[in-house]
């Protein structure tokens, strides 16, 4: 598809001309692979000078095309490479018109998305998991950059499938970005699952010795307690139907034993939390407030995301109390 014709390009136009000479040098009768790889070398050399000149839109024709002669040719890696570039071209033109602030019908977005799943099937299918892998979370990351948070997550459990068990940490790496995606999305049952997962995965990587317990996993364990804790609260099931580490989280910050023995921040912290699971068991609407002022500026967005969820929920059920 020639999807610079649509602009304001006219068919008598240098460059439409040159790339109407090209897609017609591909439609002799008898064509031989010379003559694709030919067309191919010319698709690459228009679509570089465009770029060059800053024509991003025009330039994502010449690559798209680039990978089908490559696909004609064979040559897997260049195929996927032309794939990729036309996909973060369409993926940058989408962009620019965001911050433009110019209405989009999203077409790029879609173009993008189908370049690059493209690109991960055929890598999948000649055995190269570790790039199909790469480009999963490369195209999760930045539909996240760009705020099309539920755009991303299929890409971010397509990348789970695809990791060696034994990479423990990219593992890790991969569950964070799929968790946030389920809270954005609020699936919260299905960020339980997921975090319940990051966190055995940690524990059996340290116990096992395959890994330290670097202040990283520290801090990753310590979002996933937290995290945890609060959708407990907010999904609210009942206490019977829960898991037992989940019955063991709620039970470990129902109150704040007489004989704690940690640091000054770590007691700070768990009191912060006992307070927090019983302003809500309590439904009081002040208290979370109160805390959640408090806490809001050690917190990561996706817990201060849940936190203000949670505090909208018992505002909900205060109102209808009322």
């Known amino acids: 598809q020639l999807y610079f014709i649509q602009s304001n390009l006219s068919m008598n136009d240098p460059v439409v001309e040159r790339y109407v000479a090209i897609c017609r040098s591909l439609k002799k009768r008898f064509m031989r692979k010379p003559n694709i790889a030919e067309a191919r070398d010319n698709f690459y050399s228009l679509g570089k000078q465009l770029l060059a000149a800053g024509n991003k839109e025009y330039a994502v024709s010449c690559y798209v095309s680039a990978s089908q002669c490559e696909d004609q040719l064979g040559n ?138 670097t202040a990283h996993l520290q801090d990753t364990l310590q979002h996933c307690e937290i995290a945890t804790l609060l959708l407990l609260l907010i999904v609210n099931t009942p206490f019977l139907h829960l898991s037992p580490q989940h019955k063991d989280l709620l039970t470990k910050y129902s109150e704040v034993p007489a004989n704690i023995l940690e640091s000054e921040s770590d007691v700070e912290r768990f009191t912060d939390l006992v307070e927090i699971t019983l302003a809500t068991k309590h439904q009081d609407y002040k208290a979370l407030t109160r805390l959640h002022d408090k806490l809001y500026p050690s917190l990561d967005g996706q817990v201060n995301g849940l936190f203000r969820e949670l505090i909208e929920r018992v505002e909900d059920i205060n109102m209808v109390l009322i």
């Open 76 to 213: 897997t890696v260049g195929e996927t490479n032309a794939l990729t570039k036309a996909a973060t071209l369409f993926l940058q033109l989408e962009k620019d018109k965001q911050m433009l602030c110019i209405a989009s019908n999203e077409t790029y977005l879609a173009a993008g998305i189908d370049c690059y799943n493209k690109a991960v099937t055929k890598l999948i299918d000649t055995h190269k998991q570790d790039l199909a892998l790469k480009l999963c979370v490369e195209l999760g990351c930045l539909l996240v950059d760009m705020g099309h948070i539920p755009d991303a997550e299929p890409h971010f459990i397509k990348a789970s499938t695809l990791i060696n068990p034994g990479n423990i940490s990219f593992q890790v790496v991969v569950l964070k970005k799929l968790c946030y995606c389920k809270t954005y999305c609020r699936n919260y049952m299905g960020a339980l699952e997921t975090l319940d997962k990051l966190v055995y995965l940690i524990n059996l990587s340290t116990s096992m010795q395959e890994e330290k317990m």
